[in-house]
């Protein structure tokens, strides 16, 4: 186990991500491409090495994940259009400093298109609804500069709708509270300038549960630790600003312990085969830590701190976080 981050190690391992297109794997992860490409690109501007992948291809790469029939992006060349997707397009087109190749109006069509009646979003055509995909919507018009043409108070509405008696939210109205959901929820109110609407207490005592006595992080109740929820649970207590509510030596242990010291990334948790979601998020999780050496990542976005701050966001939220905010009572939903 390695008492520090192996960045060299990790900047190799997700180089080499692309080069295996030989491997059955590759073509089975097809369906999670963009998604991926955002997750090695956001890890290596955190470590430093922005500059690690071919940014051209990687525009490329992107530009031909276009659904025009749709107007948003797809995983892979030829796939849907899907919210997920279209996301990590527009974080990876905005990191590499090349929205000016987005065609911003049928993007913001496609996004508000698939709001429902009830305020929540469906991922894509097919109609699939979950807090995820309003968290998506939300987050990307927000990048776009296109807040300002979302139905604030149906999307509002629906969050609400999601929260539980223990202070957290569900993937949808009535299902149970888990982390990814709370970060999804938290973040999106952040954005709306809607904490108001969070009982902070409740909902960080809940989340400081989430820690193991090995150091790390599960997702609900009962469950195992795994280094992803290192981002999920920290990104919310860091909006909250309550990230001492954990211990934080221990969680980064535990994100260390879970590290390959030979070929690099970082997997669930030790001793299991690494990939690049859990490199980005355990990374993810250090930066929202302070771990030494890596570059600040802003909580509410997953990106680059200072890419956020650039575009007047950051200042934004982190003005929310200073502001006194009023506790609306929770009940049981």
Known sequence: MSAELLIPLHVSYIQNLGKSKDDLAYHLTAHLRMNAIYWGLTALCIMGHQDALDREEMIDYVL??????????????????????????????????????????????????????????AGDSFGEIDTRFLYCAVNALSLLGRLSDLDVERTVSYIIQCRNFDGGFGSTAGAESHAAQVFVCVAALAILDRLDVVDHDTLAWWLSERQLPNGGLNGRPEKLEDV????????????????????????????????DPEQG????RPGDMVDVFHTHFGVAGLSILGYPG????????????????????????KALQRRPLPVTPVTAT
């Open 64 to 121: 031909s994940c276009w659904d025009e029939e749709a107007g948003g992006f797809g995983a892979h060349p030829d796939h849907d259009a899907h919210l997920l997707s279209t996301l990590s397009a527009i974080q990876i087109l905005i990191t590499q400093n090349a929205l000016d190749r987005l065609d911003v109006e049928r993007v913001v069509k496609f996004i508000l298109s698939l709001q429902q009646p009830s305020g929540v979003f």
């Open 228 to 259: 992803c929820y290192s981002f999920w649970v920290l990104s919310a207590l860091s909006i909250l600003n309550k990230v001492d509510w954990i211990d934080a030596d221990k969680l980064t242990a535990f994100i260390l312990s879970a590290q």
């Open 265 to 268: 990334g970082i997997a669930d």
């Open 294 to 317: 890596l570059i600040d990542l802003d909580p509410v976005y997953c990106m680059p701190a200072n890419i956020i701050e650039a575009k007047g966001l950051k200042k934004r939220w």
